[in-house]
């Protein structure tokens, strides 16, 4: 029955007062158990019945509102517009069923794209921040916001902003790598994206984990991280810093893990003194699935359900996710007893409002059903995604056997990666993780006790559309091309060894596809929980890599998977390596297409690529002092360089760098210098490469890396040409956090390196910082612009 008698001539709900109005108006009208219900969520499959609406279902779940609706479409096999039908049926019974009117907020997980069975499906974070090309992020994002709204979606869970230097964490496939100003760029470019110019036709960002969640001890997920202050700031706080100060974020995750003994979702120093006091987030904080009550049952900080509530609402969590559980009848009790105060509790509730009033949820409710199937997986997004998956790949190692000669000779296509669509795409792909609910059901591991599924919830776990490689290969190659899998990803039997090696022998080149199964049960090895111990390929690859290799023909290891892998035989003996990452629904044709010459590599590693564990962490922006320059240098039985290192990748076309300079030999703190550089493409092709920018600090009153990025620019030149990129570079890019950890920028020479990877550079000059000025003042700056130019003076 619908209750309208407390909106009649309510402020709330009139479009044209002010937001801050229409949030005091509503919250003065709301009873305990309604402001309760704002702070949390519910699956989307607790209000569905076979597919559909189930009022009867909802009536308990919804009877005071609700802050959010977890995954219309990633919790469920709904098509899109079955999806969308859903949200605006729960949506309907919140606004005419309830006694304010209050819609909801609708989230899924877009960490490839959004996480959605007809949605495109994106490469994997890993991937696109390998294209170095923040702009191409963009699009990806605003392709996802526009696919988001068709459906009823309006908050996104990403982006990763997680700095990774262990590639052993499972996670590294969601990240943009190992450096904090890569990372930033990424992430800023893909808020902007996702939330659009407005929230009325935006999807909030929320960026996680908040903080150092990829900095754990033994590379295991949900364990402790290890981070000093300095370091914390620096790195690990960077890109949610820039997130928030450049991108305008709109909401923050807070991590599973702990830092220094406080579990993040009980830290008000990092959610209140540093997020909100010092950056001045305005946004909401959002838990991590379940991690409220794991403050009680996973780190035991807390003694039960009620304290697990207290420290989580008292340290800033504002929403519960994804269903409400300590922060229902618990957080109630607590709030009897004075254990956390009642205006704790209408601030938070206040962030919602706000956010589904910015959202435009009053006014526009509702969705055109009808129009869902002409933005859902639209060809425009596909052609994004193919943008991205082609300057995803990285060629790692090629001796000339690439690319595929056309017309010349027999391909054999072997591995366990050859003719898997599932096995291109990401752990938040829809396929991969509909794989998580099946195994939720059936009760097996830790995600099976933490939630329940209905038996009536459909679950489809098919990637019908998807091409794979041998697809791909073949409308190429035809009858030149013959198959064989090899063996399969974790699988230990090596039966079909026998064949793949007799295939091999016969053809005039192997293409060899491996790596991993990305996901979160048991039979995936990479993604979310998945950690391991060694980065050699899983199962039985690495044997069957030397059985072809043994053969004498030359041979193409193609990667996919979702960190670096491969052992010193396979990067050692095979003619290429090319690096796929999780490339998605576009994947197999990006990587045909650079294999047989139609395009140009042009990825660039976003992260260090190590030759063992027994490195790690190795990453470039270490101190002079980290164990690179002791007296013996390398380990008694390796090196301590990585096997490839950060910024590295070929192509067809080599670039050269024919001159570097830096503008101004003295500069004020606060002014910028400019950094100049021209680079040929000296290559018989067209071809594209990444201009990194670095600089060093040898005089600083505290050590500082050896490296730092700090600018880049993604540059195309055909076959001869010339072109010149300048950088702009504020000094504020340049401070530290000194002795009592405040941000300044010091007095003093600054080194300037342009090229091509951390180690492939050229010392384009330097400059200095002069002494004198007030170098408090010096704003801290994220980034530079980049002009890229030919030499007769047009825009490239």
């Not at 029955?1 to 003065?28: F, N």
């Not at 039908?85 to 005419?96: D, H, K």
């Not at 069923?97 to 495109?120: D, F, K, N, W, Y």
């Not at 996973?298 to 559980?325: M, W």
């Amino acid at each position: 029955m619908t209750t309208v008698g407390p909106r009649t001539g309510a402020i709330y709900a009139d479009a044209s007062a002010p937001v801050d109005e229409r949030v005091s108006d509503l919250l003065a009208r709301m009873t305990r158990e309604e402001k309760l219900a704002q702070l949390g969520s519910t699956w989307a499959f607790a209000v569905l019945e076979g597919g559909r609406f189930s009022a009867e279902r909802a009536r308990t779940v919804l009877r005071h509102g609700l802050g959010h609706v977890t995954r219309v479409a990633g919790a469920t096999s709904l098509k899109a517009v079955q999806v969308a039908r859903a949200a605006n049926a729960i949506q309907r019974f919140l606004v005419t069923e309830t006694r304010l009117g209050i819609p909801a907020i609708v989230h899924e997980e877009v960490c490839s794209g959004v996480m959605a069975r007809e949605a495109t499906i994106f490469p994997q974070a890993i991937g696109v921040a390998s294209t170095w090309a923040p702009s191409l992020n963009h699009q990806l994002a605003d392709a996802v916001r526009e696919q988001m709204r068709a459906m009823g979606s309006h908050q996104g869970l990403s982006p990763v902003l997680d700095v990774v230097r262990d590639p052993r964490w499972g996670r590294t496939e969601e990240t943009y790598g190992e450096d904090p100003y890569l990372v930033a760029r990424m992430g800023v470019a893909f808020v902007q994206g996702l939330q659009g110019a407005d929230l009325t036709d935006g999807v909030i960002a929320t960026a996680k984990h908040f903080v150092g969640y990829g900095a754990s001890e033994g590379a295991l997920n949900w364990a402790p991280a290890h981070l000093p202050p300095r370091l914390l700031r620096e790195v690990y706080l960077h890109p949610f810093e820039a997130a928030v100060r450049e991108g305008g974020l709109q909401s923050v995750m807070a991590g599973y893990h702990e830092l220094d003994g406080i579990p993040c979702h009980a830290n008000g120093e990092l959610l209140g003194e540093i997020l909100r006091g010092q950056w001045g987030f305005t946004g909401s904080v959002v838990s991590d699935y379940f991690a409220v009550d794991d403050l009680h049952s996973y780190h035991h900080l807390a003694q039960d359900k009620q304290q697990a509530a207290v420290l989580g609402l008292a340290a800033g969590v504002d929403v519960e996710l994804p269903a409400t559980d300590a922060y229902a009848d618990a957080l109630a009790r607590a709030l009897d007893a004075g254990e956390v105060g009642e205006a704790r509790l209408d601030e938070a509730v206040s962030r919602v409002l706000r956010h589904k009033f910015e959202l435009g949820l009053f006014e526009a409710p509702y969705v055109d059903e009808g129009a869902v199937e002409v933005t859902v997986n639209a060809e425009r997004h596909r052609d994004v995604a193919l943008a991205i998956a082609r300057r995803s790949l990285v060629l790692l190692k090629n001796d000339g056997v690439l690319p595929l000669v056309a017309g010349a000779g027999t391909v054999a296509l072997i591995g366990p990666n050859a003719d898997d669509a599932r096995h291109l795409l990401g752990d938040y792909s829809f396929a991969a993780h509909i794989e998580a609910l099946t195994e939720a059901r059936e009760r097996r591991g830790l995600l099976g006790q933490m939630m329940t599924i209905p038996d009536d919830l459909e679950i489809d776990e098919s990637t019908d559309g998807v091409p794979t490689v041998r697809d791909e290969l073949a409308a190429r190659l035809g009858d030149r091309l013959r198959y064989v899998p090899g063996c399969d990803v974790v699988d230990p039997s090596t039966e079909g060894f026998a064949e793949a090696v007799a295939v091999a022998a016969e053809a005039d080149v192997a293409v060899l596809v491996l790596g991993d199964r990305s996901g979160l049960t048991p039979r995936a090895t990479t993604g979310e929980s998945r950690d391991r111990s060694s980065l050699d390929l899983p199962g039985v690859q690495e044997e069957l890599v030397r059985a072809v290799v043994d053969t004498g023909t030359p041979v193409v290891a193609v990667l996919v998977a979702g960190r670096p892998v491969g052992s010193d035989f396979l990067h050692d003996r095979c003619a290429a390596v090319l690096m796929a990452w999780l490339p998605g629904e576009t994947g197999a044709r990006a990587i045909a297409e650079v294999l047989l010459g139609e395009v140009n590599p042009s990825g660039r590693l976003p992260i260090s690529y190590p030759r063992t564990v027994g490195q790690l962490p190795v990453f470039y922006g270490h101190k002079v002092s980290g164990g690179r320059s002791h007296w013996h240098g390398d380990y008694v039985d390796s090196p301590v360089a990585p096997r490839y290192c950060f910024g590295h990748g070929l192509g067809f076309a080599p670039f050269t760098i024919d001159g570097a300079v830096v503008e101004r030999a003295e500069v004020d703190a606060g002014d910028s210098v400019g950094v100049e550089v021209t680079v040929t493409n000296s290559g018989r092709r067209a071809g594209e490469e990444v201009v990194q920018l670095y600089v060093r600090d040898p005089q600083a009153t505290v050590t500082r890396p050896v490296l730092e990025l700090k600018g880049f620019a993604r540059v195309s030149a055909a076959a001869g040409q010339r072109v010149a990129v300048r950088f702009e570079l504020p000094t504020g890019q340049l401070g530290f956090y000194d002795r009592q950890l405040n941000y300044t920028v010091e007095p003093g020479q600054i080194e300037v390196y342009v090229g091509f990877s951390s180690d492939n550079r050229v010392l384009a000059g330097s400059f200095v910082i002069k002494a004198g000025a007030d170098r408090s003042t010096t704003s801290k700056a994220f980034s530079g612009a980049a002009e890229v130019r030919d030499l007769s003076g047009g825009a490239v």
